[in-house]
């Protein structure tokens, strides 16, 4: 099983481009998860998925959008970069908090800088 | 929205020195886990703690969740260069159906 993996792994945009970052999992899981990671913050939550078809904001959602049209994939979109999103993103994916716990698996992150 | 504290922001140690890392909140969690980070790659998962007063062990890591399910610390007996990265905790809610992530802890571990 390769897991969790994301492409491309490093980008750079200009501001006011556009971009799509793909998130793929093989491990059948429900929830899907986007995180952005910059220095100091941690992992904050723009947007999460928990099943095909289903999406919703996280802490951070605006200027980011997705979309879950299959269970295996969850893309976040940007649609007129800023320099303010330059960051690492994560994507996250776990079977679902059905009890009382939560182990998310993450991809190995995708840099982005946006000049 | 559920806050989690964590400190120190930086630990940097002399390999062989002991250390421990705590998490906080003013909420009650359902779980709590420890994620380590390591550089140009994304967080794994150590451990997850349920019970409240639970104590667990992975070699020269122990993990501890507060007696309320508020808290949690990791701590790391005999550092060693390899342990250096960045360590998460997390705390899920049944309720919220989601976690929440502290802002980590960066530990350095000098030879």
């Known amino acids: 099983n390769a897991g969790v993996t994301q492409t491309p792994k490093f980008r750079v945009l200009k501001t006011g481009q556009s971009m799509t970052l793909l998130c793929a999992q093989d491990?059948?899981?429900?929830?899907m998860y986007w995180y952005r990671q910059d220095p100091g913050m941690g992992l904050r939550l723009i947007h999460y998925s928990v099943g095909e078809g289903t999406t919703a904001k996280g802490e951070v959602p605006d200027g980011y959008n997705v979309s879950r049209l299959k269970k295996q994939n969850f893309l976040l979109g940007l649609e007129s970069a800023a320099p303010s999103q330059t960051s690492v993103y994560f994507c996250?994916?776990?079977?679902?908090?059905?009890?009382?716990?939560?182990?998310?698996?993450f991809g190995p992150g995708t840099r982005l800088t946006v000049l | 929205t559920q806050l989690l504290e964590q400190s120190p922001q930086f630990l940097s140690i002399q390999e062989g020195e002991n250390l421990t890392v705590y998490c906080n909140s003013s909420s009650v969690f359902s779980s709590l886990q420890w994620y380590r980070q390591e550089p140009g790659e994304g967080p794994v998962l150590l451990v997850t703690?349920?019970?409240?007063?639970e104590v667990k062990k992975l070699k020269r890591l122990t993990f501890q969740f507060g007696d309320a399910r508020k808290d949690s610390s990791l701590h790391i007996t005999a550092a060693q260069p390899g342990d250096t990265g960045l360590y998460l905790c997390a705390g899920f809610n049944t309720n919220a159906g989601k976690s929440t992530f502290g802002d980590g802890t960066t530990l350095t571990v000098k030879p």
């Open positions: 996250a994916s776990s079977y679902g908090p059905g009890t009382s716990t939560d182990t998310q698996y």
């Open positions: 491990m059948n899981h429900e929830y």
């Open positions: 703690v349920v019970t409240g007063g």
